[in-house]
């Protein structure tokens, strides 16, 4: 553990391949001006020092060299902000490639998925019991393709932060209850029983209902997949002095101690699902993180490998 | 027989729908750009208009404002079919008149073809 913390140091005193990392040259890396500013800083006071003792009678002398080393900090200065401003694009540029380029998915998708549904309609003839097989083969991975699409979509409004949140007062028992009643074919299928329980006469919240939707579909959805063979999903709401609080619980493999801290982070996936569970973005949590807070909530998780894990947001009533 | 006029740049969503639309009973025509599409709203006189936004020539907003702007054609009802989803997008093309806005990713072929039948009874 320590010899790995001591790495870390190591790599990140390692300037010029973190520079290197950024694609900026020496001249423009933020990390490198910082040392050489640090340097003369330094000097300067040194400098100042020694010839403020010397020449302690033409003390106007000093003021235009310390004048002059002040001046040389001001332009490193606005170069570093200038690197900063570079980096900042480049990231600024990398959400817009993926607002750009999930749109441009879409529209062949959205041609391909409903080509696909025709065909299985049956309303251009009929196929046989083999071949529909595969239809529902193209079908379903149109459908996850296109979930993974919106999903990239959802992220790059975040990071841009351009995701609308339309707040409008509602109640968040309906929605979960209609919600569960949606994913009825993927609970049984799954071989799972799903149990709500909720307070009595809980207040409405104010709040995007389209994006809370999304939230507790990812939550669902996840404690759902991440559960073996047979499972129990218990859902609770409840109020919390002015919030309300949902509560997913699942007995499935639960999170590694190791993973903890990066569950929220966009891409990860715990090692443990990746053995068994090859589907999933490793987008759901991250973005179901970043609308609960953007709503004025809170969200979180507890878990054990092996025995489960329990997630948990809390919104404000209204 | 009633006219649908499907305005989209994409042929095979024009072919599915082309399909799916004669099989119903409706007679479909289609333009692969906005400038066709405002022309043959005039000449034709559909029953009911789909329309995506991003169009080459002239933008799904213009047409949907310019439809809307001409008494010849503002009593046509336009149902926007397109992959552009920010509540921006949504709000001007109700504002300008739209009937109803579907974003493509998230309709299935026989949702959309219930959203038409009801724009024509309307």
Same mark, same amino acid.
């Given at each position: 553990?320590?010899?790995?913390?001591?790495?870390?140091?190591?790599?990140?005193l390692?300037?010029?391949?973190?520079?290197?990392?950024y694609?900026?040259?020496?001249?423009?890396?933020p990390?490198?001006?910082?040392?050489?500013?640090?340097?003369?800083?330094?000097?300067?006071?040194?400098?100042?020092?020694?010839i403020?003792?010397?020449?302690i009678?033409?003390?106007?002398?000093?003021?235009?060299?310390?004048?002059?080393?002040?001046?040389?900090?001001?332009?490193i200065?606005?170069i570093?902000?200038?690197?900063?401003?570079?980096l900042?694009?480049?990231?600024?540029?990398?959400?817009?490639?993926?607002s750009?380029?999930?749109?441009?998915?879409?529209?062949?998708l959205?041609?391909l998925?409903?080509?696909?549904e025709?065909?299985?309609?049956?309303?251009?003839?009929?196929?046989?019991?083999?071949?529909?097989?595969?239809?529902?083969?193209?079908?379903?991975?149109?459908?996850?393709m296109?979930?993974?699409?919106s999903?990239?979509?959802t992220v790059?409004?975040?990071?841009?932060?351009?995701?609308p949140?339309?707040?409008?007062?509602?109640s968040?028992?309906?929605?979960?209850?209609?919600?569960?009643?949606?994913?009825?074919?993927?609970?049984?299928?799954?071989?799972?029983?799903?149990?709500?329980?909720?307070?009595?006469?809980?207040p409405?919240?104010?709040?995007?209902?389209?994006?809370?939707?999304?939230v507790i579909?990812?939550?669902?959805?996840?404690a759902?997949?991440?559960?073996?063979?047979? #499972?129990?999903?218990?859902? $609770?709401?409840? %109020? /919390?002095k002015?919030?309300?609080? *949902?509560?997913? +619980? !699942? &007995? #499935?493999?639960?999170?590694? $101690?190791?993973? %903890? /801290?990066y569950?929220f982070?966009? *891409?990860?996936? +715990? !090692? &443990?699902?990746?053995?068994?569970q090859?589907?999933?973005?490793g987008?759901?949590?991250?973005i179901?993180k970043?609308?609960?807070?953007?709503?004025?909530?809170?969200?979180?998780?507890?878990?054990?490998?092996?025995?489960?894990?329990?997630?948990w947001?809390?919104?404000?009533?209204? | 027989?009633?006219k649908?006029?499907?305005?989209?740049?994409?042929?095979?969503?024009?072919?599915?729908?082309?399909?799916i639309?004669?099989?119903?009973?409706?007679?479909?025509?289609?333009a692969?750009?906005g400038?066709t599409?405002?022309?043959?709203?005039?000449?034709?006189k559909?029953?009911?208009?789909?329309?995506d936004?991003?169009?080459?020539?002239?933008?799904?907003f213009?047409?949907l404002?310019?439809l809307?702007?001409?008494?010849?054609?503002?009593?046509i009802?336009?149902i926007?079919?397109?992959n552009?989803?920010?509540?921006?997008?949504v709000?001007?093309?109700?504002?300008l008149?739209a009937?109803?806005?579907?974003?493509?990713?998230?309709?299935?072929?026989?949702?959309?073809?219930?959203?038409?039948?009801?724009?024509?009874?309307?």
């Amino acid at each position: 553990m320590g010899l790995v913390k001591f790495k870390k140091v190591l790599a990140q005193l390692n300037i010029f391949a973190q520079c290197k990392r950024y694609g900026l040259s020496v001249w423009q890396c933020p990390q490198f001006l910082f040392l050489i500013m640090g340097t003369i800083i330094i000097g300067t006071a040194v400098i100042a020092y020694a010839i403020g003792n010397r020449y302690i009678e033409d003390p106007a002398l000093i003021a235009l060299i310390v004048l002059l080393l002040t001046a040389i900090l001001f332009i490193i200065a606005f170069i570093i902000i200038q690197g900063f401003e570079r980096l900042a694009e480049a990231n600024r540029m990398k959400s817009e490639f993926i607002s750009v380029a999930s749109h441009q998915l879409r529209s062949p998708l959205s041609n391909l998925k409903w080509a696909i549904e025709l065909l299985m309609s049956g309303r251009i003839g009929k196929f046989e019991e083999k071949q529909t097989k595969y239809f529902k083969i193209l079908k379903e991975n149109s459908g996850r393709m296109e979930e993974l699409i919106s999903d990239l979509l959802t992220v790059s409004r975040i990071e841009q932060r351009t995701l609308p949140l339309k707040k409008q007062e509602f109640s968040l028992e309906n929605l979960i209850k209609n919600l569960i009643l949606e994913f009825k074919p993927l609970i049984q299928s799954s071989n799972i029983e799903v149990k709500f329980k909720s307070e009595e006469d809980l207040p409405e919240i104010l709040a995007d209902p389209s994006q809370i939707r999304l939230v507790i579909g990812n939550l669902l959805d996840n404690a759902i997949r991440y559960i073996k063979d047979k #499972g129990e999903v218990k859902i $609770k709401l409840e %109020k /919390k002095k002015r919030n309300l609080c *949902f509560e997913i +619980a !699942d &007995n #499935g493999v639960g999170i590694p $101690k190791e993973d %903890k /801290k990066y569950i929220f982070q966009k *891409f990860f996936r +715990a !090692d &443990n699902v990746l053995k068994y569970q090859t589907q999933g973005s490793g987008l759901g949590l991250y973005i179901a993180k970043a609308i609960v807070e953007k709503s004025g909530g809170k969200i979180g998780f507890s878990s054990q490998e092996g025995i489960g894990s329990t997630f948990w947001f809390t919104l404000p009533i209204k | 027989m009633k006219k649908i006029l499907f305005i989209e740049d994409e042929s095979a969503l024009q072919k599915t729908f082309g399909e799916i639309l004669s099989q119903e009973g409706y007679e479909m025509i289609s333009a692969l750009d906005g400038e066709t599409g405002l022309k043959m709203a005039k000449t034709k006189k559909p029953d009911l208009i789909l329309l995506d936004l991003i169009l080459p020539k002239v933008h799904g907003f213009e047409v949907l404002k310019q439809l809307k702007e001409d008494p010849e054609t503002k009593e046509i009802p336009v149902i926007i079919l397109t992959n552009l989803e920010a509540i921006g997008d949504v709000d001007k093309a109700i504002g300008l008149g739209a009937t109803t806005y579907l974003v493509k990713a998230q309709y299935t072929l026989e949702e959309v073809l219930e959203k038409i039948k009801k724009a024509l009874v309307k």
